[in-house]
């Protein structure tokens, strides 16, 4: 997914944030919130639905497929996550906080997603939808290709 030296850190990091913005927000974080963003971020490979649902089921829940989706569009809705569409599979978001349009790149070959920021390609975009008089609900750009490791 991404490179860092302790993931471990990376995901307490994230929880942590996603806690902070819960709480700041006044949502509640609850449990299955909480623990299906931790799997997302776990993962290093875009999650998919029924990958987290059979995990969710493997751990003490009796979590039912509704409440798992529910939970990944409270994630999504508040930019915790990220659907990446040509994949059909949910990433987690780098950029918590400092959030902007981002795109993504995605490797064909080993699946792994990065997320870009680049305020230039927003504006270009947004320029071209308003001569367009269209009003958008989501900008969401992926890009794919093979990543360095993969070349
Ligand atoms: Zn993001
Ligand atoms: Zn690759």
Known sequence: MHKCDDHRKCIDDAIAKAEFVCKD???????????ILKLIWKNHKPSKAYDLLAEISRMDYSAKPPTVYRALDFLLANG???????????VPCTHT???????FIICDKC???????????????????????FSHKDIALEISGSCDDCL
């Open 80 to 90: 915790f996550i990220h659907k990446i569409n040509t994949l059909n599979a949910y």
């Open 25 to 35: 927000r006044g949502l509640r974080f609850t449990e299955i919130r909480r623990s």
């Open 111 to 133: 699946d792994q997603v990065q997320e870009c920021c680049d305020d230039a390609i927003t504006e270009t975009i947004k320029r071209t939808l308003s001569s367009n008089r």
């Open 97 to 103: 906080l400092k959030h902007n349009q981002c795109y």
